[in-house]
């Protein structure tokens, strides 16, 4: 009884891909450690000590991310690369120009990555949200090109931001800014990720054939 209790358990956590599947508490903790990190410490320390501590929060994050799930999605790894290497040129040249042209600069990647590869018939949107939904061909397409659209327009907000503001104003916008934006164009995609949910086409073609 006990095997089928832990077999019920692991399927729950891995769910129907076969991987582990992160609580959505953790994951938010995870995304948020690092940027209140960067924030708090970039109030009391100045912004070259705020980017080595969010050099170190990011790796933390890909190591008790892999820890827990025993893999790290491809965006967060993206992001701890630009991290890493433009925190490592901003901490050592003591230029906070390279932190500030990161976003610019990574979220340019993503944008053109993402719109590129659809320009030549190849989705990397199912693999950027580590199959967390199933949506048909058609809604993967119109949710590629919207969330291409939208980075492009975050990095042109932070080269926006990044020259008009302070360097702590700016730490206050990639924290307290560049997230809620994200989170409200996330939950505006909900209708057409509904319409196009693969496994709700699947149960009504299902459904349709029993009459």
Do not use: C
């Amino acid at each position: 009884m006990s095997e089928e209790i832990a077999e019920k358990k692991v399927a729950e956590a891995t769910g129907a891909s076969g991987k582990r599947r992160m609580r959505p508490g953790l994951k938010f903790a995870l995304e948020m450690g690092p940027l209140i990190l960067f924030f708090s410490v970039n109030h009391k320390f100045g912004i070259f000590p705020a980017t080595g501590a969010l050099m170190v929060g990011v790796l933390t994050t890909l190591a008790v991310s892999y820890a827990v799930v025993r893999h790290v999605p491809t965006m967060p790894l993206v992001t701890a690369a630009f991290v890493l290497v433009f925190g490592s040129l901003t901490f050592f040249l003591q230029d906070e120009t390279f932190i500030k042209l990161k976003v610019t600069i990574l979220y340019s990647l993503f944008g053109a990555s993402l719109l590129g590869a659809l320009w030549f018939g190849k989705l990397l949107l199912p693999a950027v949200f580590d199959m967390a939904f199933h949506l048909d061909e058609e809604g993967w397409r119109k949710l590629t090109w919207r969330w291409g659209a939208f980075f492009f327009f975050l990095a042109g907000l932070n080269e926006i931001v990044r020259r008009v503001v302070t360097t702590d104003a700016w730490v206050s916008f990639k924290v307290f800014g560049i997230l809620p934006l994200t989170l409200i164009f996330a939950l505006a995609q909900a209708p057409l990720i509904m319409r196009h949910e693969a496994h709700r086409e699947e149960e009504k073609e299902e459904a349709e054939s029993h009459f």
